[in-house]
């Protein structure tokens, strides 16, 4: 068997067993280590089951950008020993404002409410990141791993 990432990072799988001459894409997002094996990280569908129950990763972005606080938005899989979600949001003058005045838990539980509203409590964001701006890259994609900087325990204050 033989595997590889693609530049979408898709883990791509080569196998004598497969009824495939090429190899095929399986649809979840991988690292190739060193040794040569892998590390999946999340699907490439950002369609996800956690705690049991499917979560549709752009439904709750979509959701969560249309509370009037947030301009843009990002949720992204935090792995660990039990995954989670993280949200990303940078916030309009008025949820600035609040964030300043009521702080970040009151913030983060008034957003956790707005989308309580359309996806189950076991699926919610349980961290969260208000930066200024998403940390889009030169090309004004999005990239993964700059979200996942925002969680890092040592960058953050």
Request: charged letters at 25%.
């Amino acid at each position: 068997m033989h595997i590889a990432v693609d530049a979408a990072r898709i883990l791509q799988v080569r196998s004598p067993f497969a009824d495939a001459d090429a190899p095929v894409a399986t649809g979840d997002l991988a690292e190739v280590t060193a040794d040569g094996h892998f590390r999946l990280r999340g699907r490439a569908d950002r369609i996800l089951k956690l705690e049991g129950k499917r979560v549709a990763l752009p439904a709750m972005e979509q959701q969560l950008a249309e509370h009037p606080w947030v301009t843009a938005c990002a949720i992204v899989l935090l792995p660990g020993q039990r995954d989670h979600l993280g949200a990303v949001a940078s916030l309009s003058a008025a949820g600035q404002q609040a964030l300043a005045t009521e702080g970040r838990r009151a913030m983060a539980d008034r957003l956790r409410t707005h989308l309580l509203a359309h996806f189950e409590r076991v699926t919610l964001p349980r961290r969260w990141r208000f930066p200024a701006a998403l940390p889009y890259n030169e090309r004004g994609k999005l990239p993964l791993d700059a979200l996942l900087r925002l969680f890092d325990e040592a960058a953050t204050p």
